[in-house]
């Protein structure tokens, strides 16, 4: 066990023939009780200190623990956003796929009906070309007979037509 300061001053030594001065001592103890009692005073205050220092560190590693989860958990969060952003973001180009495909296969299908079109109006065209020349060939034929000659040459008079006329 520890001596205090109260040891120390109560202390008494017993008086032997050629001892120590008992004045010298005294004082030495009394020097000593004194400086003991200035190391207690300072190693109270630095116990003080010592224990307000470990309470600050236990307050600042809660503080570095709370901090490194809101890091993880932040961390993590990103990495959340990165992943979503980029499953989303290739749900986009899916997307913007199946929308160019469909646009190229209508346009591909209206090129294709486009093309039936003209070929049908080209054979349409053909066919009226045809008839239409026929036509034309047929009544240039028929301005080119001699029936027209015929007529021209074909007299009547007015008392043939009234018999003609009677006749009937």
């Given amino acids: ?38 190391i207690l005073e300072e190693n109270k205050s630095l116990q003080g200190d010592l224990k307000q220092t470990k309470e600050q560190i236990t307050h600042f590693n809660l503080i570095e623990d709370a901090l490194q989860k809101s890091i993880l958990t932040a961390q993590e969060a990103a990495e959340d956003v990165r992943r979503n952003s980029m499953k989303e973001s290739k749900l986009i180009i899916k997307e913007a796929e199946k929308n160019a495909d469909r646009i190229v296969n209508e346009a ?24 239409f020349r026929m036509l034309i060939e047929a009544q240039l034929d028929l301005v080119n007979t001699d029936d027209w000659e015929n007529l021209l040459e074909y007299e009547i008079n007015a008392e043939d037509l009234h018999e003609i006329a009677h006749e009937g």
């Fill in 1 to 38: 066990m520890a001596l205090s300061p109260l040891d120390i001053h109560n202390k008494e030594f017993s008086n032997k023939w050629q001892g120590y001065d008992k004045d010298e001592v005294n004082e030495f103890l009394e020097q000593i009780l004194k400086d003991y009692e200035n």
């Fill in 108 to 131: 591909l299908s209206r090129a294709q009906k486009v093309t039936v079109e003209i070929e049908d109006l080209k054979k349409q065209s053909k066919v009226f070309r045809n008839r």
